[in-house]
């Protein structure tokens, strides 16, 4: 049973720091790229960052480069989200998700799997 855990969401105030985590299991982590994307209420889901397989290619969205930065340690099959100088406008619901494809196919949502979200919410 393939599973994806998304953890580390909160409140927290504007230039705040926050790490998300999404644990998983199921399937051959080391082997699928990975993203995260998050959604804010009534707005689409957007591409927020991918890494490849054995992380050493990343790409983030050009509007979070320098503040958020994605990782990976493939020996806890876990992938990571760092977010630094929060700001209000970062509210949403962070997701992440897997591929078994390129990692860049993440940029336009596709994925093979995709966990259940955590909340995120900064506060001015």
């Known amino acids: 049973q393939v599973q994806l855990v998304e953890s580390g969401g909160g409140l927290v105030q504007a230039g705040d720091s926050l790490r998300l985590s999404c644990a998983t299991s199921g399937f051959s982590f080391a082997s699928y790229a990975m993203g995260w994307f998050r959604q804010a209420p009534g707005t689409e889901r957007k591409f927020v960052a991918t890494?490849?397989?054995?992380?050493?290619?990343?790409y983030h969205a050009d509007s979070l480069k320098g503040r958020f930065t994605i990782s990976r340690d493939n020996a806890k099959n876990t992938v990571y989200l760092q977010m630094n100088s929060l700001e209000p406008e970062d509210t949403a619901v962070y997701y992440c998700a897997a591929t078994k494809d390129s990692y860049s196919d993440l940029i336009e949502s596709k994925a093979d799997y995709w966990g259940q979200g955590t909340q995120v919410t900064v506060s001015s």
């Open positions: 890494i490849n397989y054995s992380g050493r290619f990343t």
